[in-house]
Nanobody, 120 residues
Framework: QVQLAESGGGLVQAGGSLRLSCAAS????????MAWFRRAPGKEREFAAR????????SYAGSVKGRFTISRDNAKNTVYLQMNSLKPEDTAVYYCAAETGAPGSAYDYWGQGTQVTVSS
């Protein structure tokens, strides 16, 4: 079992920055990768960014590439999402997720989500 706890959401003006954190606990050694997803009001959940646990290989959705940076702190078992140049369309509940099965398999653990609101 893996437990995930997000923090760092809030209200920010367009053009501003926020950093989200996701602290993992439990069976840390079973994690292959972690990711951030988001769900905007009235929309489906969408992928934002991913980082592999071993080599820290990252990937991003086109909508956030160049503005968001995913990183991790091994000592703290924490993954971060640095969000810069925020836009109103970035408003969403942001969730972190952990992949513990085969690489590329479904994410099987999820946090409770943290709200990010970007005002215009």
């Amino acid at each position: 079992q893996v437990q995930l706890a997000e923090s760092g959401g809030g209200l920010v003006q367009a053009g501003g920055s926020l950093r989200l954190s996701c602290a993992a606990s439990g069976s840390i050694s079973s994690i292959n990768a972690m990711a951030w997803f988001r769900r905007a009001p009235g929309k489906e959940r969408e992928f934002a960014a991913r980082i592999s646990w071993g080599l820290s290989i990252t990937s991003y959705a086109g909508s956030v590439k160049g503005r968001f940076t995913i990183s991790r702190d091994n000592a703290k078992n924490t993954v971060y999402l640095q969000m810069n140049s925020l836009k109103p369309e970035d408003t969403a509940v942001y969730y972190c997720a952990a992949e513990t099965g085969a690489p590329g398999s479904a994410y099987d653990y999820w946090g409770q989500g943290t709200q990010v609101t970007v005002s215009s």
